[in-house]
Each structure stands twice: as structure tokens, then as C-alpha cells.
């Protein structure tokens, strides 16, 4: 079972479809981990949204990186919920960038997600633990 936090996932779903939408704009009554809710930024909302969601993943702990890339395979269907242990294995060998990997496609990572999280029957609250 993941351990990465839900508030994670569900800021990395909201900003993925800030992408795949390509405004820049958040989703309304969403927020990110901080509380706020991202705003549009002037000049290239896309471009700086994709930067932002880089740092953010970047910035989160290598299993959790792992666990996110793993999630997203589960979603895609590359790996079954009861392949969890060796999506995460694969994922630490695959590693050259989490974020870079991940946002190679951005209009399919909130999906990929999405469908990751209904694998383990969860919408993203109360999922996996509360590291922060």
C-alpha cells in the first residue's frame, strides 16, 4: 500500500490538470498542501505551472517519487494493485528524474493518478501515510 501522503497526490492531480487544461488556472475548491489554492501567473501560466509541479516533485522524498511513478504505472496499467512492491522496486531502478519522467505527458498524469488511486479503492483522502 502507498504511503505518500493523499494531500501530496491530490496537489499533483490538481496541478497536472492545470496542464492538461492550459490555463494555469486552479480547479475550483482545490488547494495546494500549503492551504492556498495555486493562482494563474501572468506571461506562461502552462510553463510555470509545469515548473512549479517539477520543484514539487523534486522537492519530495526519493520513495515518495518512487511511489508517485509507481502509482501512475498502476493507473496506466503497466502494474496490477497487487504489484505495488515491485512497481515501487522498478521505479527506484527507472529513476532518472520523477519529474521529469512524469511530466513528459502531463495531460495523462492526473488520469494516470486518478485511475492509480481507484486501484486501492481511494479518491485521494485519507490515502497512504502522513508523511509530510
Given amino acids: 500500500m502507498p504511503e505518500i501522503s ?3 497526490i491530490s496537489y499533483v492531480i490538481t496541478k ?9 488556472k486552479p480547479e475550483a475548491g482545490r488547494a495546494g ?19 512549479e509541479l517539477a520543484i514539487f516533485i ?3 522524498a526519493e520513495d ?18 497487487e504489484e505495488w512492491a515491485s512497481a515501487v522496486v522498478e521505479a527506484h ?3 532518472p528524474s520523477a519529474a521529469e ?7 495523462m498524469l492526473a488520469p494516470h493518478l486518478e485511475h492509480g488511486l481507484a ?6 483522502e485519507g490515502f497512504g501515510g502522513d508523511r509530510q
Fill in 64 to 81: 515518495e517519487q518512487c511511489e508517485l511513478v509507481a502509482l501512475a504505472w498502476i493507473g496506466r496499467g503497466v502494474f496490477t494493485r
Fill in 58 to 60: 523534486e522537492a519530495m
Fill in 119 to 124: 486501484e486501492f479503492d481511494e479518491s485521494g
Fill in 93 to 95: 531502478a527507472h529513476r
Fill in 6 to 8: 493523499a494531500e501530496k
Fill in 33 to 51: 498542501p500549503s492551504g492556498r489554492g495555486a493562482v494563474k501567473v501572468g506571461g506562461a501560466p502552462c510553463a510555470k505551472a509545469q515548473a
Fill in 16 to 24: 497536472a490538470r492545470e496542464l492538461a487544461n492550459g490555463d494555469g
Fill in 101 to 107: 519522467y512524469l511530466l513528459r505527458n502531463p495531460k
